[in-house]
T-cell receptor, first 112, second 114 residues
Framework: NAGVTQTPKFQVLKTGQSMTLQCAQD?????MYWYRQDPGMGLRLIYY???????DKGEVPNGYNVSRLNKREFSLRLESAAPSQTSVYFC???????????FGPGTRLTVT | GENVEQHPSTLSVQEGDSAVIKCTYS??????FPWYKQELGKRPQLIID?????GEKKDQRIAVTLNKTAKHFSLHITETQPEDSAVYFC?????????????FGRGTQLTVWP
């Protein structure tokens, strides 16, 4: 099992450009999450999805959109990137009632 | 929503000493409290967790204690080793929700000096 995978690993964007971060899991988990990690700020939840076809806002959703394409895949889109979105982005998944979240390797995004 | 506070933000100890990291939470309905370890450049990984019906849990050199009345929980690492150096995050679940959403503390950078 690959667990949780993310693409790309690194990305540099110019202000105003758009991009989509991809995440997939092969553990048949229902719940999936997108976090951003900034120095001294911990892991902040952007969006999450409790099941295929449903998504909910987390703590910091502004400037992002998500799509739960199917049970395996959960993508994060930046429509118009801003320097404030420079961060490391982690995708995670979990099974309801088991709570343990499994994280992907992360995407390091720089917006100039 | 839940608010999780974590202290200290940095912690330096000598190899062989103990390290303690403390977290408080605000929502008395939370009942799952995991700890994650993140090595430099790597993903966070679960190292130990505790549920509200248990006061203490141990796994070799690490232990977690929970005080539901005071709404705080702590991570204890004994006989620290250089490979324990990492960022540690505590978390609490969302009002006992079955969905699995977690609220994380801001992290503690632990450095173990040989």
């Amino acid at each position: 099992n690959a667990g949780v995978t993310q693409t790309p690993k690194f990305q540099v964007l110019k202000t105003g450009q758009s991009m989509t971060l991809q995440c997939a899991q092969d553990m048949n988990h229902n719940s999936m999450y997108w976090y951003r990690q900034d120095p001294g700020m911990g892991l902040r939840l952007i969006y999450y999805s409790a099941s295929e076809g449903t998504t909910d806002k987390g703590e910091v959703p502004n400037g992002y959109n998500v799509s739960r394409l199917n049970k395996r895949e959960f993508s994060l889109r930046l429509e118009s990137a801003a320097p404030s979105q420079t961060s490391v982005y982690f995708c995670a998944s979990s099974q309801p009632r088991q709570h343990e979240q499994y994280f992907g390797p992360g995407t390091r995004l720089t917006v100039t | 929503g839940e608010n999780v506070e974590q202290h200290p933000s940095t912690l330096s100890v000598q190899e062989g000493d103990s390290a303690v990291i403390k977290c408080t939470y605000s929502d008395s309905a939370s009942n799952y409290f995991p700890w994650y370890k993140q090595e430099l450049g790597k993903r966070p990984q679960l190292i130990i967790d505790i549920r509200s019906n248990v006061g203490e849990k141990k796994d070799q050199r690490i232990a977690v204690t929970l005080n539901k009345t005071a709404k705080h929980f702590s991570l204890h690492i004994t006989e620290t080793q250089p490979e324990d150096s990492a960022v540690y995050f505590c978390a609490a679940d969302d009002r006992g929700s079955t969905l699995g959403r977690l609220y994380f503390g801001r992290g503690t950078q632990l450095t173990v000096w040989p």
